[in-house]
RNA sequence: GGCCCGUUGGUGAAGCGGUUCAACACACAUGCCUUUCACGCAUGCAUUCACGAGUUCAAAUCUCGUACGGGUCACCA
């Protein structure tokens, strides 16, 4: 049998790294075995719908190298992939399990339920529908029917014995059945529940492999007995565990850039968040950490995906991401900082050629591309500030002689390039009689601030010798 | 509250009965390289795997209990 995942996505308009992530591994797992990779929208919830959703999510899986076999953008045989468009469908099926005693009309009120909720709340008990519908005669749903009440469709659960089942991640899984509640299959306006619209997509679609978040392990029960009453043959389940942020709790915007696209406008690299987000809860076999997707397809398998929780970790993801930064061509590298520059500084005075210096020299300093502008800031601020450390290092006696030497000779240069600023380094190195960190240090940190950055003849070169010599002054 | 799941160094994580099993990475420290910094390279960094008991010749690895954390109990997915 052909190998099928999918990703089923709620149009919410909003795409985590916790969502990425699921729908990364169901490509992994789908072209790990040579199968199709396909997306279904899951909007039955129409309350909770966003315009241009779909779209976002398509930008996001292309923008990350995940490819759909099979889509609404794309339709394969299996159509529609949009639930709301499948509402017929689901319907049938509903009515197959009244028919066959898998499920019953329920015609009761939100008042009701809120009523029985309070109750069990009260006893401190779990909430379970009482199964009050289920004894409705036929002549009594009819007449409800046809005077109009609403009804919601639910199943069936047996009250006793347990459901076992085999989970990738989680191994055997076992919940009681009584525990399990009658729940809704299909709701009041007509539209089925995910717990019902998933199975019978699924099954219709082909899917081998359902890979989904964890808060699933305990329902999933619930979704084999509807495989079971239709006789249909049930997938393969890999439950994933959560993400979760650096402070240990659920990822959420105030616990690091949860949205994928925010990642990507702060300029990281797609092959970069991919990586990362692979190794979320995933390792390989080898002590290898980064991976192309076409290498993660070779060697992606779903048995080590780890059952304990995963840390978003943002050091981590700038750590990898500053692998491909470093192997970035300058045009790609431009396109994802430059913007970022002229959004925090003016350079309407900058030369192209002075940006591209600027941007190369920092290639290598920066983990993501709007890091450059606080790495940079030494070129545009007016005032430079030095921390303690700078203060100590500058109260060497030597320092004041190496640094009027710099000056003068820094001042007697006609033609300003990188080449003849390296030359006056030489020429203070024999004046001043120093070398190494007492020939560089003094001048670094005078003119920039900092004990740390780029090659400093550039550094001095893209500065300009205006502010170099009023910054020496200082 | 019931049920389900998890807990390995400063951090992220491998390992899932023995054979270097406490990998690897980040961070940190030191050294090398570079006339400085960074990059890169090398070395160091958990007598110990939440805690307690048990099984075993042998446990981070299996079992039970405790603690802590999370998930789930919707006409949300």
Redesign the pocket.
Known sequence: MRVRTRY?P?PTGYMHVGNLRSAIFEYLIAKNLGGDFLLRI?D??QT?RVEGAVEFIYDTCKLCGLDFDEGPNNPGKYGPYIQSERLDIYKEYALQLVEMGKAYYCF???ER?DEL?KEADEK?????YDGHCKKLTKEEIDTKIKNGE?Y?IRQKMPKEGISTYDDVV?GE????NR?L?DQ?LL???G?P???FANVIDDHLMEITHVARG??????TPKYNLLYDAFGWEKPTYVHLP?VLGGD???LSKRNGDASFMDLYHDGYLPEGVVNYLTLL???PET?D?IFTLDELIKIFNPK?I??????Y?V??LN?INSHYMKKLDIDKLLSITVPHLKEAYDLSDKSDEWIKHLVTIYQ??ISYGKEIVEVTDLFFKEDIKMNDECQEFMKDPSIANTLKIFEEEIMNISDWTVENI?TV??TV?EKADV???M???PI?IKISGQ??????PDTIYLLGKDVVLKRLNK
């Open positions: 089923a709620s899951e039955t919830d909770r009761c009120s939100e339920l909720r401190r008990i779990a909430f379970l609403r919601v989680y899984i076992t919940v009681e525990i509640e809704i709701k009041s306006d539209f529940t995910y717990n964890n808060e699933y392990l305990m329902s959560m240990g709790l659920k809860g995933w390792s002590t950490e080590r780890s059952k304990s929780p995963a840390i970790d050091k981590k750590w290598n300093h390296n380094i030489n190195k070398k190494g960190k020939l560089y240090m670094r004990m740390h950055g780029p090659e400093l």
